[in-house]
């Protein structure tokens, strides 16, 4: 029986069209050319914006790679679009007030990567309390012999760990912690009464209650720098924040000049505020970061204050 969702004057059994803005990891590229005929505008002569006009009368999906932008301007162009699909959790990078004005469905990556991102942000924290690349790099620069022996880290075991954002991510970064004897505690929209787990009703409060503050929430105009000053100040000058979330969740300004002046323990960021933009500040003062590619292929860093030895 036709499907009333073919459009008119196509076969059902032709493929349906998908437009990507970006290219694909090659394996999600394989997976979706057997099952659709993909539209990649980069592979294009024409200007994005004269590809779009060649398809905007049949293209009706979207799949939006990393944080490609989908706001009005975008919609405007493509009036068939009828669903929107992002390979990311977040999604803050698509207009979801727009979408559903014109009746355009969205759908999100959901619960996928949690367990990956929960395990990178553990990975995070264990560098920065460690120091595991900063100890790498000392050795590889053939410091050791000349210095001697790099300087001890800091345990994770028995940190007290708040977590900003108990969902999905979260909670997994909590189950993992508490394997190291951390106790845990936490500041969400609401309390979460199936975890047992101390609520605090603000990031700050949270914050001066907290060894380490791993932030894992969804950014929103609420949250958008919930990581500020006060927070910071909170957390001390031995504190340390993980960030997995999105990098405007943190007053990024703040943190540099914390960074630069030693007023802060350290930070793991999984993502930065103006990507792929990264501060420069702060490759010149800490000699302890540690660069690595891993997911979506975005930059991920470790910053440490500068040490004293210079490690």
């Known amino acids: 029986m036709a499907s009333s969702s073919v459009p008119q004057?196509?076969?059902?059994?032709?493929?349906?069209?998908?437009?990507?803005?970006?290219?694909?990891?090659?394996?999600?590229?394989?997976?979706?050319?057997?099952?659709?005929?993909?539209?990649?505008?980069w592979e294009s002569p024409l200007p994005l914006d004269r590809f779009?006009?060649?398809?905007?009368?049949?293209?009706?999906?979207?799949?939006?790679?990393?944080?490609?932008?989908?706001?009005?301007?975008?919609?405007?162009?493509?009036?068939?679009?009828?669903?929107?699909?992002t390979t990311s959790a977040g999604v803050n990078h698509i207009d979801l007030g727009e979408c559903a004005r014109r009746g355009i469905a969205v759908a999100n990556a959901g619960t996928v990567f949690s367990q990956e991102v929960a395990e990178y942000a553990v990975g995070l924290l264990i560098d920065v309390l460690r120091r595991v690349?900063?100890?790498?790099?000392?050795?590889?620069?053939?410091?050791?012999?000349?210095?001697?022996?790099?300087?001890?880290?800091?345990?994770?075991?028995?940190?007290?760990?708040?977590?900003?954002?108990?969902?999905?991510?979260?909670?997994?970064?909590?189950?993992?912690l508490r394997a190291f004897g951390?106790?845990?505690?936490?500041?969400?929209?609401?309390?979460?009464?199936?975890?047992p787990y101390a609520y605090f009703p603000s990031a700050a409060d949270l914050a001066a209650h907290s060894d380490v503050l791993v932030v894992a929430c969804a950014l929103t105009h609420e949250t958008h720098h919930i990581i500020d000053r006060d927070v910071m100040a909170a957390l001390g000058k031995d504190g340390i924040i993980i960030n997995v979330g999105r990098g405007a969740l943190v007053d990024e300004a703040e943190l540099v000049k914390r960074v630069m002046r030693g007023e802060i323990g350290g930070a793991g960021l999984d993502v930065f505020e103006h990507e792929p933009a990264v501060p420069e500040e702060l490759f010149g003062v800490d000699n302890g970061s540690a660069f690595t590619s891993c997911g979506h292929a975005n930059i991920r860093v470790v910053f440490r204050p500068l040490s004293a030895d210079g490690g």
């Open 52 to 85: 779009l006009a060649t398809h905007a009368a049949n293209v009706r999906a979207l799949l939006v790679i990393d944080l490609f932008t989908v706001d009005g301007p975008l919609l405007d162009a493509l009036p068939a679009l009828r669903f929107v699909c």
């Open 133 to 176: 690349s900063a100890c790498d790099r000392y050795v590889r620069r053939g410091l050791w012999p000349r210095r001697g022996d790099y300087p001890l880290g800091s345990k994770l075991g028995g940190k007290r760990v708040g977590i900003v954002g108990l969902g999905s991510i979260g909670s997994e970064v909590a189950k993992r």
């Open 9 to 41: 004057g196509r076969p059902e059994t032709e493929r349906p069209q998908l437009l990507l803005l970006r290219p694909p990891l090659a394996a999600l590229d394989e997976v979706l050319s057997g099952r659709f005929e993909l539209l990649k505008s």
């Open 182 to 195: 951390c106790p845990i505690s936490y500041f969400s929209r609401s309390r979460k009464p199936q975890f």
